[in-house]
Protein backbone atom coordinates (compact mmCIF):
# COMPACT_ATOMS: atom_id res chain seq x y z
CA UNK A 1 0.00 0.00 0.00
CA UNK A 2 2.57 2.07 1.00
CA UNK A 3 4.60 1.86 -2.29
CA UNK A 4 1.37 2.89 -4.35
CA UNK A 5 1.14 5.87 -6.57
CA UNK A 6 -0.82 8.98 -5.26
CA UNK A 7 -3.37 9.57 -7.46
CA UNK A 8 -4.16 13.08 -9.04
CA UNK A 9 -7.15 13.98 -11.00
CA UNK A 10 -8.02 17.20 -13.22
CA UNK A 11 -10.42 17.68 -15.82
CA UNK A 12 -7.48 18.68 -18.18
CA UNK A 13 -3.93 20.37 -17.72
CA UNK A 14 -4.67 22.61 -14.93
CA UNK A 15 -4.18 19.54 -12.19
CA UNK A 16 -0.47 19.68 -13.14
CA UNK A 17 0.00 22.76 -10.62
CA UNK A 18 -1.03 20.33 -8.19
CA UNK A 19 1.15 17.27 -9.57
CA UNK A 20 4.45 19.38 -9.60
CA UNK A 21 3.82 20.91 -6.34
CA UNK A 22 3.33 17.22 -4.39
CA UNK A 23 6.57 15.83 -6.68
CA UNK A 24 8.71 19.29 -5.52
CA UNK A 25 7.73 18.72 -1.80
CA UNK A 26 7.67 14.70 -2.20
CA UNK A 27 10.64 13.64 -3.95
CA UNK A 28 10.17 9.74 -3.52
CA UNK A 29 6.49 9.55 -4.00
CA UNK A 30 5.05 8.14 -7.13
CA UNK A 31 2.38 10.19 -8.98
CA UNK A 32 -0.44 8.50 -11.43
CA UNK A 33 -2.17 11.97 -13.00
CA UNK A 34 -5.19 11.28 -15.01
CA UNK A 35 -6.69 14.31 -17.16
CA UNK A 36 -10.52 14.21 -18.14
CA UNK A 37 -9.67 15.54 -21.61
CA UNK A 38 -12.32 14.20 -23.13
CA UNK A 39 -14.53 15.55 -21.18
CA UNK A 40 -13.20 19.13 -20.74
CA UNK A 41 -13.64 21.62 -19.72
CA UNK A 42 -15.64 20.67 -16.78
CA UNK A 43 -16.91 24.63 -15.82
CA UNK A 44 -19.65 25.26 -18.24
CA UNK A 45 -21.48 22.05 -17.36
CA UNK A 46 -24.02 20.76 -15.31
CA UNK A 47 -22.63 19.66 -11.91
CA UNK A 48 -24.86 16.42 -12.24
CA UNK A 49 -22.02 16.13 -15.30
CA UNK A 50 -19.03 16.60 -13.55
CA UNK A 51 -20.33 14.49 -10.98
CA UNK A 52 -20.70 11.39 -13.28
CA UNK A 53 -17.30 12.27 -15.18
CA UNK A 54 -15.32 13.13 -12.53
CA UNK A 55 -16.58 9.42 -10.07
CA UNK A 56 -15.83 7.95 -13.25
CA UNK A 57 -11.87 9.05 -13.71
CA UNK A 58 -11.28 7.96 -10.09
CA UNK A 59 -12.54 4.63 -10.60
CA UNK A 60 -10.22 4.41 -13.17
CA UNK A 61 -7.53 5.65 -10.75
CA UNK A 62 -8.59 3.68 -7.62
CA UNK A 63 -8.66 0.50 -10.14
CA UNK A 64 -5.24 1.22 -11.06
CA UNK A 65 -4.31 0.65 -7.60
CA UNK A 66 -3.50 4.22 -5.77
CA UNK A 67 -3.00 4.69 -2.22
CA UNK A 68 -4.64 8.32 -2.29
CA UNK A 69 -6.49 10.60 -4.25
CA UNK A 70 -5.88 14.12 -5.13
CA UNK A 71 -8.94 15.92 -6.58
CA UNK A 72 -7.10 18.36 -8.33
CA UNK A 73 -9.95 19.95 -9.63
CA UNK A 74 -12.50 22.63 -8.35
CA UNK A 75 -15.12 21.87 -10.07
CA UNK A 76 -15.44 18.48 -9.87
CA UNK A 77 -14.56 19.34 -5.80
CA UNK A 78 -17.57 21.00 -5.57
CA UNK A 79 -19.70 18.67 -7.53
CA UNK A 80 -18.64 15.08 -5.86
CA UNK A 81 -15.67 15.80 -3.01
CA UNK A 82 -19.11 13.98 -0.36
CA UNK A 83 -19.82 11.42 -2.96
CA UNK A 84 -15.77 10.42 -3.16
CA UNK A 85 -14.93 10.04 0.52
CA UNK A 86 -18.23 7.49 0.60
CA UNK A 87 -17.53 5.56 -2.14
CA UNK A 88 -13.88 5.18 -2.18
CA UNK A 89 -11.61 3.59 0.81
CA UNK A 90 -8.40 5.65 0.54
CA UNK A 91 -8.18 8.73 1.88
CA UNK A 92 -9.37 11.65 -0.38
CA UNK A 93 -7.51 15.30 -0.99
CA UNK A 94 -9.19 18.06 -2.52
CA UNK A 95 -8.19 21.53 -3.23
CA UNK A 96 -10.82 24.26 -2.02
CA UNK A 97 -10.03 23.92 1.95
CA UNK A 98 -6.63 23.97 1.41
CA UNK A 99 -6.34 27.83 -0.18
CA UNK A 100 -9.00 29.19 1.65
CA UNK A 101 -7.22 28.39 5.23
CA UNK A 102 -4.05 29.99 3.82
CA UNK A 103 -6.41 32.95 2.66
CA UNK A 104 -7.75 33.82 6.33
CA UNK A 105 -4.18 33.45 7.36
CA UNK A 106 -3.05 36.25 4.84
CA UNK A 107 -5.97 38.49 4.26
CA UNK A 108 -5.19 41.82 6.65
CA UNK A 109 -8.53 43.66 5.70
CA UNK A 110 -10.93 41.01 5.55
CA UNK A 111 -11.76 40.95 2.00
CA UNK A 112 -11.34 38.21 -0.53
CA UNK A 113 -11.75 37.96 -3.63
CA UNK A 114 -12.37 33.90 -5.11
CA UNK A 115 -12.29 33.35 -9.05
CA UNK A 116 -13.34 30.13 -10.10
CA UNK A 117 -15.37 28.43 -13.06
CA UNK A 118 -19.30 28.93 -13.58
CA UNK A 119 -19.72 25.50 -11.84
CA UNK A 120 -17.28 26.33 -8.95
CA UNK A 121 -19.62 29.90 -8.58
CA UNK A 122 -22.42 28.44 -8.79
CA UNK A 123 -22.02 25.65 -6.47
CA UNK A 124 -21.23 28.21 -3.59
CA UNK A 125 -18.65 26.10 -2.36
CA UNK A 126 -16.45 28.66 -1.13
CA UNK A 127 -19.09 30.38 0.52
CA UNK A 128 -19.96 27.20 2.47
CA UNK A 129 -15.56 26.92 3.18
CA UNK A 130 -15.69 30.63 4.39
CA UNK A 131 -18.24 29.52 6.39
CA UNK A 132 -16.11 28.98 9.53
CA UNK A 133 -14.57 32.72 8.94
CA UNK A 134 -17.82 34.80 9.00
CA UNK A 135 -16.05 38.34 9.59
CA UNK A 136 -14.91 38.10 6.01
CA UNK A 137 -16.33 39.88 3.46
CA UNK A 138 -15.88 37.48 0.32
CA UNK A 139 -16.30 38.53 -3.55
CA UNK A 140 -16.39 35.72 -6.22
CA UNK A 141 -16.46 36.11 -10.09
CA UNK A 142 -16.22 33.72 -12.80
CA UNK A 143 -13.72 33.41 -15.17
CA UNK A 144 -14.49 30.55 -18.04
CA UNK A 145 -12.40 32.20 -20.71
CA UNK A 146 -9.27 31.82 -18.28
CA UNK A 147 -9.68 27.46 -18.27
CA UNK A 148 -10.03 27.89 -22.22
CA UNK A 149 -6.47 29.71 -22.57
CA UNK A 150 -4.47 27.28 -20.54
CA UNK A 151 -5.92 24.25 -22.45
CA UNK A 152 -4.96 25.69 -25.55
CA UNK A 153 -1.21 26.40 -24.27
CA UNK A 154 -1.81 30.13 -24.12
CA UNK A 155 -0.79 32.22 -21.21
CA UNK A 156 0.56 35.28 -21.64
CA UNK A 157 -0.27 37.69 -24.70
CA UNK A 158 -2.56 40.96 -25.29
CA UNK A 159 -6.16 38.64 -25.16
CA UNK A 160 -5.62 37.06 -21.96
CA UNK A 161 -4.46 40.75 -20.67
CA UNK A 162 -8.24 42.23 -22.12
CA UNK A 163 -9.89 39.48 -20.46
CA UNK A 164 -8.02 39.78 -17.33
CA UNK A 165 -9.25 43.55 -17.11
CA UNK A 166 -12.58 42.53 -18.09
CA UNK A 167 -13.04 39.98 -15.29
CA UNK A 168 -10.84 41.07 -12.59
CA UNK A 169 -11.52 44.99 -12.25
CA UNK A 170 -14.66 44.28 -10.24
CA UNK A 171 -12.93 42.87 -7.70
CA UNK A 172 -10.13 44.90 -7.67
CA UNK A 173 -13.32 47.79 -7.25
CA UNK A 174 -14.49 45.73 -4.21
CA UNK A 175 -11.25 46.56 -2.40
CA UNK A 176 -9.58 42.86 -1.65
CA UNK A 177 -6.24 42.25 -0.21
CA UNK A 178 -6.07 38.36 -0.94
CA UNK A 179 -7.62 36.74 -4.20
CA UNK A 180 -8.15 32.85 -4.32
CA UNK A 181 -7.43 31.09 -7.35
CA UNK A 182 -9.89 28.97 -7.60
CA UNK A 183 -9.08 26.68 -10.61
CA UNK A 184 -6.17 24.73 -10.73
CA UNK A 185 -5.62 26.20 -14.01
CA UNK A 186 -5.31 29.52 -12.97
CA UNK A 187 -1.77 29.59 -11.70
CA UNK A 188 -0.86 29.35 -15.40
CA UNK A 189 -2.12 33.32 -15.60
CA UNK A 190 -0.86 34.42 -12.68
CA UNK A 191 1.30 37.06 -14.35
CA UNK A 192 -1.50 38.35 -16.06
CA UNK A 193 -4.15 38.13 -13.01
CA UNK A 194 -1.41 39.94 -10.23
CA UNK A 195 -0.03 42.49 -13.52
CA UNK A 196 -3.81 43.37 -13.55
CA UNK A 197 -5.06 43.04 -9.16
CA UNK A 198 -1.39 44.90 -8.68
CA UNK A 199 1.22 44.34 -6.19
CA UNK A 200 -1.71 45.30 -2.99
CA UNK A 201 -2.89 41.64 -3.58
CA UNK A 202 -1.73 38.70 -2.38
CA UNK A 203 -2.78 35.80 -5.06
CA UNK A 204 -3.31 32.42 -3.32
CA UNK A 205 -3.16 29.17 -4.69
CA UNK A 206 -4.32 25.73 -3.78
CA UNK A 207 -1.11 23.67 -5.46
CA UNK A 208 1.29 23.92 -2.58
CA UNK A 209 -1.41 24.36 0.03
CA UNK A 210 -2.70 20.66 -1.22
CA UNK A 211 1.01 19.33 -1.44
CA UNK A 212 1.07 20.05 2.19
CA UNK A 213 -2.00 18.13 2.77
CA UNK A 214 -1.27 15.58 1.26
CA UNK A 215 2.05 15.26 2.69
CA UNK A 216 0.49 15.10 6.35
CA UNK A 217 -1.93 12.40 5.29
CA UNK A 218 0.76 10.14 4.21
CA UNK A 219 2.21 10.66 7.48
CA UNK A 220 -0.42 10.52 9.71
CA UNK A 221 -1.56 7.22 7.85
CA UNK A 222 2.13 5.74 8.01
CA UNK A 223 1.78 5.16 3.89
CA UNK A 224 4.77 7.20 2.68
CA UNK A 225 6.84 5.41 0.10
CA UNK A 226 9.65 3.32 1.65
CA UNK A 227 11.16 2.18 -1.78
CA UNK A 228 14.64 3.81 -2.41
CA UNK A 229 14.56 3.06 -6.17
CA UNK A 230 13.57 6.49 -8.77
CA UNK A 231 9.88 6.92 -8.93
CA UNK A 232 7.98 6.52 -12.19
CA UNK A 233 5.41 8.51 -12.91
CA UNK A 234 2.62 8.03 -15.12
CA UNK A 235 0.36 10.67 -16.97
CA UNK A 236 -2.92 9.99 -18.72
CA UNK A 237 -5.46 11.74 -20.81
CA UNK A 238 -9.00 10.61 -21.63
CA UNK A 239 -9.24 12.36 -24.67
CA UNK A 240 -6.73 12.92 -27.91
CA UNK A 241 -3.75 14.29 -26.26
CA UNK A 242 -3.98 18.31 -27.01
CA UNK A 243 -0.59 20.37 -28.17
CA UNK A 244 -1.47 22.71 -25.22
CA UNK A 245 -1.30 20.11 -22.95
CA UNK A 246 1.54 18.38 -24.10
CA UNK A 247 3.58 21.54 -24.27
CA UNK A 248 1.77 22.98 -20.86
CA UNK A 249 3.11 19.37 -19.01
CA UNK A 250 6.48 19.07 -20.53
CA UNK A 251 7.19 23.01 -18.97
CA UNK A 252 5.79 22.23 -15.98
CA UNK A 253 6.39 18.65 -15.02
CA UNK A 254 10.13 18.54 -16.99
CA UNK A 255 12.12 15.24 -18.27
CA UNK A 256 10.20 12.84 -15.90
CA UNK A 257 6.80 13.66 -17.88
CA UNK A 258 7.79 10.82 -20.29
CA UNK A 259 4.96 9.59 -22.67
CA UNK A 260 1.55 10.64 -21.96
CA UNK A 261 -0.55 7.63 -22.51
CA UNK A 262 -4.18 8.19 -24.35
CA UNK A 263 -6.96 5.82 -22.81
CA UNK A 264 -8.77 3.88 -24.85
CA UNK A 265 -12.54 3.70 -24.72
Not at 85 to 107: D, L
Not at 161 to 167: D, P, S, T
Not at 178 to 206: E, N, Q, R
Amino acid sequence: MSNAPIGVFDSGVGGLTVARAIIDQLPNEEIHYLGDTANSPYGPKPLADVRKYALEAIDHLIDSGVKMVVIACNTASSAMLRDARERYSVPIVEVIQPAVRSAIKITSNNKVGVIGTRATVASRAYEDAFAAAPHLELHTKACPRFVEFVENGITTGDEILQVAHEYLEPLKESGIDTLVLGCTHYPYLKGAISYVMGDGVTLVSSDTETANDVYRELVRLGIERTETTPPEHRFEVTGKETKGFSELAGRLIGPSLGKIEVLKN
